[in-house]
């Protein structure tokens, strides 16, 4: 089992940042990834990094404003968001699975975090 714990959301005006952490506990993943959700629409990929290559994996939408990337020893992973813009705001969630590859879809992941709130203000 993992268990998934994700901090650092907040109100941003636009244009600003935020740097969002997950901290996993119990089996380590291989794995892991972003979503976000708005109401009444489904979730949907943002980021997702291995974390034993490295490799990652954007969303169109956020490439080049967004940077996710992991710290093996402390077992976290973080989104740091650059650039906000108003249709960013959503609630994030991170995932986390054990097989190697990274995947774009929630039905890949097995683990979940609670969320946390993101707003951006125009």
């Known amino acids: 089992q993992v268990q998934l714990v994700e901090s650092g959301g907040g109100l941003v005006q636009a244009g600003g940042s935020l740097r969002l952490s997950c901290a996993a506990s119990?089996?380590?993943?291989?794995?892991s990834g972003w979503f976000r959700q708005v109401p009444g629409k489904a979730r949907e990929f943002v980021a997702a990094?291995?974390?034993?290559?490295?490799?990652?994996y954007y969303a169109d939408s956020v490439k080049g404003r967004f940077t996710i990337s992991r710290d093996n020893a402390k077992n976290t992973m973080y989104l740091q968001m650059n650039g906000l813009k108003p249709e960013d705001t959503a609630v994030y969630y991170c995932?986390?699975?054990?097989?190697?590859?990274?995947?774009?879809?929630?039905?890949?992941?097995?683990?979940w975090g609670q969320g946390t709130q993101v707003t951006v203000s125009s």
């Open positions: 990094i291995n974390h034993i290559s490295g490799g990652t």
């Open positions: 119990g089996r380590t993943p291989n794995t």
């Open positions: 995932a986390a699975r054990l097989k190697w590859e990274i995947v774009a879809v929630t039905y890949g992941y097995d683990y």
